[in-house]
C-alpha cells in the first residue's frame, strides 16, 4: 500500500488533493501549482503534516 500526501492552498489552507508520495520526496516537502476550487485560480499548493 503506497502513502498518500495531503495537499493544502498557499492562499485560502483548503485541502482538496492527494498525490501518492515518492520514496525520494520522504524528507522533503512537496509544492506544486494545482487549481484550487475553492480560491477558483491557480495557486502553490504544499504539502501538510
Known amino acids: ?5 495531503v495537499l ?7 485541502r482538496n488533493y492527494t498525490v501518492p ?6 524528507s522533503i516537502r512537496t509544492e ?3 487549481h484550487c476550487a475553492h480560491c477558483n485560480a491557480h495557486t502553490l499548493h504544499k504539502q501538510t503534516l
Do not use: D
Open 1 to 5: 500500500m503506497t502513502k498518500k500526501i
Open 21 to 26: 508520495a515518492s520514496k525520494e520526496s520522504a
Open 32 to 34: 506544486r501549482k494545482k
Open 8 to 14: 493544502s492552498c498557499v492562499q485560502c489552507g483548503h
